[in-house]
């Protein structure tokens, strides 16, 4: 009986792994057009970097914890902020700020696997570090509608929802809501769109909200115009405005992200008809490498799967037509003594630059053709020994079926073309 994969993770076949290695492509080119550069953290830590500042429910329903021989207790990384505000604090005396990072790279969730969330995913993490200004809330969230935009997704069908933790403990506080019910409040508000109307307005009960303060939240997630009382969502705004990114942004009074660490500015984005879970998500956090031992540095950023956003892509119809194989030739063998002449060839195009697949052994020609189209390769490059007495090749192009004799010159021009 085959061993299945373990639950919850994936198998990246060739043409799974030409879409991550192209949406890593579009990753690394949006975040290095901002000049951020690319870091990598372990992909295990201490289990109490973590329990400093992610949330009980992070820790201890969704991490994947071991302990090593040493008594030690560690954890698969559920998500990658922690350990950069680690990495951070060990070099805090020798930065310099701000800094632009970012990483693309696995992650694990003990979560219910299900369309669009699996244990084990792919995930890229882009962090500002060091600056106080809300500009850099505004970089970061144009950064996030900058990458949507490059994959073909308008605004008509894709937003980020943007908020503010300070404003919304201001609106709180009003209310009469405040202390350690400010943080129950928080969760009871990140967790409204995960439940019915009627349970959650009775969790809302249970946590101590009187109805008047029930009602006056219900209230406050129908106004529009609240962030305009938020200095910070007014610098984010202008940003994307000077960017001609600001019709990706909608104002959402829900919006709390789930981690506690969160300071300042909080956004989620989605599509417009909310067939999916966020495609990213993030905000400020100012306190977090102080927490984990070092000075304090403020920080923002966000985290992007890569299973939503394929979803996404598919169901826009905008996902590319990316081939399996990188080769753009396959090299025929004729028959078994000319496999020196072919094998020569093959190395002579690979030293120019061309991607070639070699046949190793000898078979009919036309089934040599067939596997080449099948495998996506789109040239065949054919030399018998009229080709070789003639000093050239014949290449055929399989999309075309058309084929001709050429020089090796000209066959490198076009298969570098």
């Not at 000077?242 to 959402?252: Q, T």
């Not at 194989?325 to 120019?352: E, G, H, I, K, M």
Request: proline residues 4%; charged residues 25%.
């Amino acid at each position: 009986m085959t061993i299945p994969a373990v639950k919850g993770t994936r198998d990246f076949y060739p043409e799974a792994m030409a879409f991550r290695t192209w949406l890593y492509s579009k990753v690394r080119d949006i975040s290095e057009r901002f000049g951020y550069q690319e870091f990598e953290a372990p992909l295990l830590e201490r289990l109490e970097l973590y329990a400093a500042k992610s949330g009980e429910e992070l820790v201890k329903e969704q991490s994947f914890v071991l302990q090593d021989r040493g008594g030690d207790q560690l954890a698969l990384r559920p998500e990658l902020t922690p350990s950069l505000a680690r990495m951070v604090a060990q070099r805090q005396a020798s930065l310099v700020l701000p800094a632009r990072w970012f990483s693309f790279g696995p992650f694990w969730r003990y979560e219910r696997p299900q369309r669009g969330r699996s244990r084990e995913f792919f995930q890229w993490n882009i962090d500002l570090l060091g600056s106080e200004a809300a500009a850099a809330d505004g970089e970061i969230v144009c950064i996030g509608a900058q990458f949507l935009r490059s994959l073909g997704l308008t605004a008509g069908e894709v937003a980020i929802h943007i908020n503010c933790r300070r404003l919304l403990e201001r609106q709180l506080a009003e209310m009469g809501v405040g202390g350690d019910r400010f943080r129950d409040a928080l969760r009871l508000i990140d967790r409204r769109d995960r439940m019915s109307p009627l349970k959650w307005e009775e969790s809302a009960l249970e946590i101590g909200l009187s109805a008047k303060q029930l009602d006056a939240l219900k209230a406050m997630f129908s106004r529009t115009d609240l962030w305009q009382e938020s200095d910070e969502l007014r610098q984010v705004v202008a940003t994307a405005r000077a960017f001609g990114l600001a019709d990706y942004l909608v104002y959402d009074a829900s919006i709390v992200r789930g981690l506690d660490y969160y300071t300042g500015p909080v956004f989620e984005a989605y599509d417009r008809e909310r067939h999916f879970r966020a495609i990213f998500g993030g905000g400020r956090y100012d306190n977090l490498v102080a927490d984990v031992g070092g000075d304090r540095i403020t920080g923002v950023g966000f985290a992007m799967g890569d299973m939503i956003i394929e979803l996404l892509l598919d169901r826009a119809g905008r996902r590319p037509a990316l081939p399996a194989t990188p080769s753009r030739v396959l090299v025929a063998l004729f028959s078994t003594d000319l496999y020196p002449q072919t094998l020569a060839l093959a190395a002579r195009l690979r030293q120019a630059g061309v991607k070639v697949e070699q046949v190793l052994e000898p078979d009919r020609l036309g089934r040599q053709v067939r596997i080449a189209d099948r495998k996506g390769i789109p040239y065949v490059a054919i030399v018998g020994p009229e080709e070789l007495a003639a000093g050239h090749l014949v290449l055929k192009n399989l999309p075309t079926g058309e084929q001709h004799a050429c020089s090796e010159e000209e066959a490198i021009r076009l298969l570098l073309s």
